[in-house]
């Protein structure tokens, strides 16, 4: 269940929601918007009667969740969440552009370009091309690729491949982490993101459903980091064995969430779809940023 309350709700109103959620054996988790104080009940909510929170002072309404998510729900908050990261608005409707690069960075990145992202620690596909050893090769690589990125004054993406990898990004000042569809159902790397104060995108995989994608956003929120961005890069096509954009996908997460939602088509483009049909869909979908 949530409970909205309004911005003019004092402490002891909030003290009054939270003192009844625990009186039925169940959690609170208070998220304090610009515009509205939310709090959500966690448990099972079924023990409670939506009246008896709306009757306490300060209280806007109290919503049965059906889904498994509830903070990051339209039905809690209606508007998209913005993350600015150097001045740079993520989610505000505007649809950014992003690059994608594996190894060095160009000299000179287009002036539309808002965001770099880059994979350091992504392993060959060729067993014996990695003549250093790895941490040396990670550390310089990632070292080189963020200073180059900076400065041209571009937002730093670097997608984690590993929990380890973590603290590695933030000793060159990342500006956002990627966790690549393999590491959604890392519960162990989603609770140490989520107790980062960091923006990060949570990617699906190929396989995974909305729902998987949703609830691993809303147990890395709830602990306790807001400045998630939801990441699609493809899922399995029926009519050849290349990966597909999920278009579907990311409108039905733009109406079920108000997070922002990055698309990566810097692997999806082929024969019959190019790079520039592959970001016309993606904008079409809602996409706040493109990665090509």
Not at 75 to 93: L, Y
Request: charged share 25%.
């Amino acid at each position: 269940m949530i409970i909205v309350m309004h911005k003019a709700a004092t402490q002891a109103d909030i003290d009054r929601v939270t003192k009844l959620i625990r009186s039925k054996g169940l959690q609170e988790h208070v998220s304090r918007g610009e515009e509205r104080i939310i709090i959500g009940a966690i448990g099972d909510e079924r023990v409670f009667n939506p009246t008896e929170f709306e009757r306490l002072p300060q209280v806007e309404k109290a919503i049965h969740i059906v889904t498994g998510w509830r903070i990051i729900s339209r039905e809690v908050q209606t508007h998209n969440t913005v993350i600015t990261v150097r001045g740079v608005a993520f989610g505000n409707g505007n649809t950014l552009q992003a690059a994608y690069c594996s190894g060095d960075i160009p000299p000179q990145l287009s002036e539309h370009i808002s965001a770099v992202l880059t994979d350091p620690f992504r392993l060959s596909d060729n067993p014996y091309a990695n003549p250093e050893p790895e941490e040396t090769h990670e550390s310089s690589s990632l070292q080189r690729q963020c200073r180059d990125i900076r400065q041209q004054n571009k937002i730093v993406i670097v997608r984690i491949r590993d929990s380890r990898h973590i603290q590695a990004a933030l000793d060159e000042q990342a500006d956002i982490l990627l966790l690549g569809g393999e590491l959604l159902a890392n519960r162990h790397i989603l609770q140490e993101i989520g107790s980062l104060n960091i923006p990060a995108v949570i990617c699906k995989d190929k396989h995974h459903t909305v729902r998987d994608w949703l609830l691993a956003a809303e147990q890395t929120v709830l602990r306790g980091n807001p400045h998630i961005i939801l990441g699609e890069a493809g899922t399995l096509s029926s009519n050849s064995r290349r990966l597909r954009l999920d278009t579907d996908a990311i409108v039905q997460a733009k109406k079920l969430c108000h997070l922002p939602v990055l698309a990566d088509i810097s692997r999806l483009n082929h024969r019959y779809m190019d790079t520039d049909t592959l970001q016309r869909l993606a904008q079409a979908a809602g996409a706040d940023i493109i990665v090509s």
